[in-house]
């Protein structure tokens, strides 16, 4: 196929998933599940027009699953608008990490015992496949910053702060897997500069930056009576917090998320200082962006900074849920097309240990005493869906220096969970969530 061929391909594919996207929305099939399978048809198990595999293209694909995560946490801080002092933070800071350690050691432990592999590649598989993903979960995370659904918010805060807990363990497998001794030294200095730092220092330079750089637009907005769409500052604010904090040692990841944020913080410090006392009462319970869309403008001449704030953050969300959806499409085909090379029936079953039995227990023992429903803790333990996170870390791990034969074989096994959490929980969600909801009105009417 040449150019003009594929430019072709490629638009039926997207016109065809925007014509059906109401059906795909109430169906049991998600679209990444669709664009999953797109992928497969193009590979060499159907039509073999397109040969791909993420190990040979292992730098590349570290660095287009980089963007695309560092998207995706940028956005999901942004939604994220309830106080930082909520519960529902909480309950996403309890799965982020002693879940997420919790979920590393059992998968860690099964894949030792049961396939054999050495401590150094069984822990780098269960730092791979443990983190839930913050680009594939939007059926299952807020939908917008007035969603304050306290299952929505964990699994949204759990998959923006997990890669703090899980990447650490990652690097500390690649030390060992690349010859160093586990002894104090090593543990100190990764202690102090894997964890303590990559996890402080990505926060507070994300959220730094998230708050200063929100706060400077709104007030030249303001000032110049600006209300022209600016995509580029989401794009600026994603590239400058992740570059610069690693650049300096820490967690890029958490640094997205954090100046995602940390924006929010900024446009709620400017909604609470500049509403007026002539907003109705349901205004002020809206987030700023909300005000000023095209359907519902404001008419205070007097509000400039809430006006200017709300297009800040509007024109931040747009963007980023656009390069968000293009970039996950385009590794879903990706994904669909390199599973071919990679199929290992060991993953299976190792998915099924960790979907069923591994994250529900996990999820269950760090939420004891939450004042979490029986039925919240249940849904949080099994919709926890891998996805492109794991892709980038895989490309990491190849990256820097993981490879042989039982290397080769662990990418195999963790690329066969990633699809198997994709079709399973894809599958479940809607009929899952849709359940919870019937439940919810129930309550509500009685």
């Known amino acids: 196929m040449d150019f003009l061929a594929w430019t072709a391909a490629?638009?039926?594919?997207?016109?065809?998933?925007?014509?059906?996207?109401?059906?795909?929305?109430?169906?049991?099939?998600?679209?990444?599940?669709?664009?999953?399978?797109?992928?497969?048809?193009?590979g060499p198990w159907v039509f073999n027009v397109l040969q791909i595999d993420i190990i040979r293209h292992s730098e590349l694909v570290a660095h287009i699953t980089?963007?695309?995560?560092?998207?995706?946490?940028?956005?999901?801080?942004?939604?994220?608008?309830?106080?930082?002092?909520?519960?529902s933070w909480r309950t996403g800071v309890r799965l982020a990490f002693p879940a997420m350690l919790l979920t590393v050691a059992a998968m860690t432990a099964l894949v030792h015992w049961i396939i054999g592999f050495d401590w150094p590649l069984s822990l780098a598989f269960g730092a791979i496949v443990a983190p839930t993903d913050p680009v594939l979960a939007s059926l299952i995370s807020v939908n917008d910053a007035r969603d304050d659904d306290s299952l929505r918010v964990a699994?949204?805060?759990?998959?923006?702060?997990?890669?703090?807990?899980?990447?650490?363990?990652?690097?500390?497998?690649?030390?060992?897997?690349?010859?160093?001794?586990?002894?104090?030294?090593?543990?100190?200095?990764?202690?102090?500069?894997?964890?303590?730092?990559?996890?402080?220092?990505?926060?507070?330079?994300?959220?730094?930056?998230?708050?200063?750089?929100?706060?400077?637009?709104?007030?030249?907005?303001?000032?110049?009576?600006?209300?022209?769409?600016?995509?580029?500052?989401?794009?600026?604010?994603?590239?400058?917090?992740?570059?610069?904090?690693?650049?300096?040692?820490?967690?890029?990841?958490?640094?997205?998320?954090?100046?995602?944020?940390g924006l929010r913080r900024a446009e709620l410090g400017v909604f609470k200082r500049y509403q007026t006392d002539d907003m109705t009462d349901d205004e002020r319970v809206l987030p700023a962006e909300a005000l000023v869309n095209p359907n519902k403008r404001m008419e205070h001449d007097d509000n400039g900074m809430v006006k200017s704030v709300g297009l800040v953050v509007g024109d931040a969300l747009s963007f980023g849920d656009t390069i968000e959806r293009l970039l996950a499409a385009l590794m879903m085909v990706v994904l669909g097309v390199t599973l071919a090379y990679h199929w290992n029936l060991n993953g299976?079953?190792?998915?099924?240990?960790?979907?069923?039995?591994?994250?529900?227990?996990?999820?269950?023992?760090?939420?004891?005493?939450?004042?979490?429903?029986?039925?919240?803790?249940?849904?949080?333990?099994?919709?926890?869906?891998?996805?492109?996170?794991?892709?980038?870390?895989?490309?990491?791990?190849?990256?820097?220096?993981?490879?042989?034969?039982?290397?080769?074989?662990?990418?195999?096994?963790?690329?066969?969970?990633?699809?198997?959490?994709?079709?399973?929980?894809?599958?479940?969600?809607?009929?899952?969530?849709?359940?919870?909801?019937?439940?919810?009105e129930a309550r509500h009417r009685n």
């Not at 995560?69 to 608008?81: E, N, P, Q, V, Y």
């Not at 100190?188 to 330079?205: C, D, K, M, R, S």
């Not at 870390?393 to 080769?408: L, R, S």
């Open 155 to 261: 699994i949204s805060s759990e998959a923006g702060m997990n890669d703090g807990s899980a990447l650490p363990l990652l690097v500390l497998a690649l030390a060992l897997f690349n010859g160093k001794s586990l002894n104090g030294a090593l543990l100190t200095h990764w202690g102090a500069t894997e964890v303590l730092w990559a996890i402080g220092g990505g926060l507070l330079i994300g959220f730094v930056l998230g708050r200063l750089i929100g706060s400077l637009a709104t007030n030249l907005r303001s000032a110049h009576g600006n209300v022209a769409p600016n995509d580029f500052l989401a794009l600026a604010l994603i590239a400058l917090s992740y570059a610069l904090t690693q650049w300096l040692g820490a967690s890029g990841f958490l640094a997205a998320f954090a100046a995602g944020v």
């Open 66 to 87: 980089e963007i695309t995560m560092a998207a995706s946490l940028f956005i999901t801080g942004l939604k994220l608008r309830l106080p930082l002092k909520a519960r």
């Open 348 to 440: 299976v079953m190792l998915g099924l240990l960790l979907f069923v039995v591994v994250r529900p227990v996990a999820v269950w023992l760090v939420t004891i005493g939450a004042g979490i429903p029986t039925a919240q803790r249940l849904l949080i333990g099994w919709l926890g869906i891998r996805g492109i996170g794991s892709l980038n870390y895989i490309a990491f791990a190849w990256v820097h220096g993981m490879e042989g034969a039982q290397a080769e074989m662990m990418v195999d096994m963790a690329l066969t969970l990633v699809v198997s959490s994709i079709v399973v929980h894809g599958v479940t969600v809607t009929p899952l969530l849709n359940w919870r909801q019937k439940r919810l």
């Open 10 to 42: 490629t638009g039926c594919l997207l016109l065809l998933m925007s014509l059906a996207a109401g059906w795909i929305h109430r169906g049991p099939v998600t679209s990444f599940g669709l664009f999953l399978v797109a992928g497969v048809l193009c």
